[in-house]
């Protein structure tokens, strides 16, 4: 490749860089870094579990277990109403209504653990047959630290 292409390249990159970021682009955060609170559920929760979350999120002193495991709690904590409200993932409107209600029960429980209801949650996938397996979203894959939770 000419040095004239490469610098071609560079500026383009640039260009773009600069586009998405004046027509105001969500800012991913960086590989391995805890993602920010999704807009959609700040949209439906009450604004004292907002700012408690939002607290979670922006604490650099929790690592990634604790932060998902203070997270769980202050959700598993919401009343069934709340949690109704709040978007479901990709593709699990299209699942069958006994694996959505087994996957909701999971997840809202309080009496396990966040690592625990990973578990259970990826039992019940794994369990599905491929052309309902293949309606959900592959999961978000873990910083190397972390992948031994998975």
Same mark, same amino acid.
């Given at each position: 490749?000419? %040095?004239? =292409? ?16 004046? !027509?105001?682009?969500? %800012?991913? @955060? +960086?590989?391995?870094? !805890? +993602?920010?609170? @999704?807009? &959609? ?15 979670i999120h922006g604490d650099t002193s929790l690592g990634f277990k604790e932060k998902h495991e203070k997270i769980d709690q202050i959700m598993s904590a ?10 479901? +993932? @990709? ?7 006994d694996i959505q209600q087994k996957l909701k029960a999971i997840n809202r429980n309080p009496n396990?653990?966040?690592? &625990? =209801? %990973? ?9 599905? @047959? ?21």
């Open positions: 490749m000419t %040095q004239s =292409k490469k610098m071609m390249m560079v500026i383009g990159f640039y260009v773009v860089a600069l586009m998405a970021v004046a !027509f105001g682009a969500p %800012q991913m @955060p +960086p590989p391995g870094a !805890f +993602p920010p609170l @999704p807009r &959609e559920l700040e949209q439906v929760l009450p604004a004292d579990a907002v700012e408690k979350l939002k607290a919401l009343p069934t109403d709340i949690l109704d409200k709040i978007p479901p +993932p @990709p593709g699990f409107a299209q699942l069958p209504e396990i653990s966040w690592e &625990e =209801k %990973q578990k259970q949650t990826k039992v019940v996938i794994e369990g599905l @047959p491929p052309h309902l397996r293949h309606l959900l979203p592959p999961p978000m894959p873990l910083p190397p630290r972390f992948r031994s939770f998975a």
